[in-house]
């Protein structure tokens, strides 16, 4: 089992920036693909980003290509967003998933809790 904590999310304006954490425990992220989902009120949950085991494979959802940033340190068993020039669009509720397969759709087998990102206009 894999549990999974999101954090980093807040209120941000438009233009400005926020890192997300998402740290694990009960098992070791190392040999697993990590990904990013956010979910507005009202649709579905969507893909942001994805990143396989090795950091060798990285997709990004067009709507954030250029703007944000995945990135995994495995020694300390937590994957990262990096958020730039936020956009009103990109409030939602973040969420952090792994699994054995780096795929761009929510078939991930842990997911966390969500964070909640907010960007005022």
């Known amino acids: 089992q894999v549990q999974l904590v999101e954090s980093g999310g807040g209120l941000v304006q438009a233009g400005g920036s926020l890192r997300l954490s998402c740290a694990a425990s009960g098992r070791t992220l190392s040999m697993l693909s990590m990904a990013w989902f956010r979910q507005a009120p009202g649709k579905e949950r969507e893909f942001v980003a994805a990143i396989s085991w090795s950091g060798g494979s990285i997709y990004y959802a067009d709507s954030v290509k250029g703007r944000f940033t995945i990135s995994r340190e495995n020694a300390k068993n937590t994957v990262y967003l990096q958020m730039n020039s936020l956009k009103p669009e990109d409030t939602a509720v973040y969420y952090c998933?792994?699994?054995?397969?780096?795929?761009?759709?929510?078939?991930?087998?842990?997911w966390g809790q969500g964070t909640q990102v907010t960007v005022s206009s």
């Open positions: 998933a792994a699994g054995n397969v780096l795929v761009v759709v929510a078939t991930y087998d842990y």
